[in-house]
T-cell receptor
């Protein structure tokens, strides 16, 4: 099955700085890579996703890059704000299998 | 957008009893739903894939006789934790895919189970 690794497990940044979270996956059949933000006790919320046919996607302050050859993808948050503080999870999925396999999570703290 | 309702949001039960958690897709049909378990400060671990009208597919290490899954309709999947023990205390969350979309899963609001 798929194995998704995520780093770092915790990340603290000053407000206004950038944050980068990296994930690697093992299954070359995976072709869909979403990122979720989860606040304490709440459901994960999709913040951005990327499919294997593109290398980069951006949505305002959030961007995701994908390197299929190396099997890694990254989340970039620019101009961080305190409300960005949460746990972020990457995931990998294939259309054939449908299941999502999540990374171990990154607890992001944005210091005002 | 697609909405998934999960109930109950919190439940406390005694050891040895069973607890049923419901996951409903409110405005779309979901032939497949997924059940996850999340321990504090940990990631979401896929427990099983629930398939409408057929048996669920369980991930390795998940006891199918302990975590009973029923997906009797296109909008409802249930997870029953049987003979619950304190170590089953966790956050259980379901997700469902709107078959009208190629990708994109919606999560339920989660159920905090505490076994005392």
């Amino acid at each position: 099955g798929e194995n998704v690794e995520q780093h770092p497990s915790t990340l603290s940044v000053q407000e206004g700085d950038s944050a980068v979270i990296k994930c690697t996956y093992s299954d070359s059949a995976s072709n869909y890579f979403p990122w979720y933000k989860q606040e304490l006790g709440k459901r994960p919320q999709l913040i951005i996703d990327i499919r294997s046919n593109v290398g980069e996607k951006k949505d305002q302050r959030i961007a995701v890059t994908l390197n299929k050859t190396a099997k890694h993808f990254s989340l970039h948050i620019t101009e961080t704000q305190p409300e960005d503080s949460a746990v972020y999870f990457c995931a990998a999925s294939s259309a054939a299998g449908n299941q999502f396999y999540f990374g171990t999570g990154t607890s992001l703290t944005v210091i005002p | 957008g697609a909405v998934v309702s999960q109930h109950p949001s919190r439940v406390i039960c005694k050891s040895g009893t069973s607890v049923k958690i419901e996951c409903r897709s409110l405005d779309f049909q979901a032939t497949t739903m997924f059940w996850y378990r999340q321990f504090p400060k940990q990631s979401l671990m896929l427990m099983a894939t629930s398939n409408e009208g057929s048996k669920a597919t369980y991930e390795q290490g998940v006891e199918k006789d302990k975590f009973l899954i029923n997906h009797a309709s296109l909008t409802l999947s249930t997870l029953t934790v049987t003979s619950a023990h304190p170590e089953d205390s966790s956050f259980y969350i379901c997700s469902a895919r709107d078959i009208r979309q190629s990708y994109g899963y919606t999560f339920g609001s989660g159920t905090r189970l505490t076994v005392v």
